[in-house]
């Protein structure tokens, strides 16, 4: 009873706190920049390592 408990206000907690962690990808883990751009497109502030010049376009050099 006392593991479930801890493991629910635990949940509750990161819940609270926006914990919500990032893939963290890079742009050798796309084929394409389509692919890529999608990711990024996603969620921006997860995936901003994937746009270095910070232009809004991701993975430039993929084709």
Avoid: H, R, W
């Avoid at 479930?4 to 920049?33: R, Y």
């Avoid at 497109?41 to 993975?59: E, F, H, I, R, T």
């Amino acid at each position: 009873m006392k593991k479930s408990l801890l493991i629910f206000m635990l949940s509750i907690f990161l819940f609270a706190c926006g914990s919500t962690p990032c893939e963290k990808k890079t742009c050798k883990d796309f084929k394409t920049q389509k692919e890529a751009q999608a990711a990024y497109d996603s969620d921006p502030d997860c995936y901003k390592n994937l746009d270095k010049d910070n232009d809004g376009v991701a993975c430039e050099s993929l084709p």
